[in-house]
């Protein structure tokens, strides 16, 4: 039977993972908690997108016209969602989950949980919100584009290679946080 000695020793011995999850379960429930308050302003049933999700899309086809002519972006008349066009070909949708927000949170979530000092990870989750948005519009121009020459492979573009990507930079993120500066290495060795 555990005795409240042994509790308290393992509670001790586990602080800092305590914490942690404490700090990171906190952080992700709130902002996902206003984030679901900021997208019920919208209504789906009548194929309203959100306003980051539509800069997300607008955003994408400047990108694309920067390179090529002839892209355009036009909301979806049947569901919430903005359809992405290039050489007159509608060859992506934008969702609401394409805006990468969720992976945003996901991201300052877990810096926060890492956070020793307030300036430095403020200032580190502004600068990997606005990296992995600006990664987000190229992963989805260089999506649409793969999509109108390659439309075979959309599966595993879409579904593999891109969310790869997107996620493996949040990842290398996280490494050069805990690793670099946060503090927290240094602290706990």
């Known amino acids: 039977m555990l005795k409240i000695q042994d509790l308290k020793n393992n509670f001790s011995q586990y602080r800092p993972f305590f914490t942690f999850l404490l700090k990171f379960l ?31 899309a ?7 016209g920067v390179f090529v002519e002839n892209t355009k972006s036009f909301r979806h008349e049947f569901e919430p969602s903005i359809k992405i066009f290039y050489n007159d070909k509608y060859v992506a949708r934008v969702i609401e989950g394409c805006n990468a927000i969720s992976v945003m949170i996901l991201f300052a979530a877990f810096i926060f949980a890492f956070s020793t000092q307030w300036k430095k990870t ?7 919100i606005i990296l992995i948005h600006i990664l987000n519009i190229i992963r989805i121009a260089l999506l649409s584009f793969a999509l109108y020459y390659y439309p075979q492979y959309e599966e595993i573009l879409h579904g593999t290679i891109f969310p790869l990507f997107i996620y493996g930079v949040v990842f290398l993120l996280w490494i050069l946080w805990v690793t670099k500066f946060s503090g927290y290495a240094k602290r706990n060795s």
């Open 26 to 56: 906190l952080f992700y429930v709130v902002f996902t908690f206003v984030y679901k308050m900021y997208l019920n302003q919208y209504d789906i049933a009548k194929n309203e997108v959100d306003s980051f999700t539509e800069a997300v």
């Open 58 to 64: 607008n955003q994408t086809e400047k990108l694309m």
């Open 122 to 128: 403020g200032l580190y989750i502004v600068f990997g």
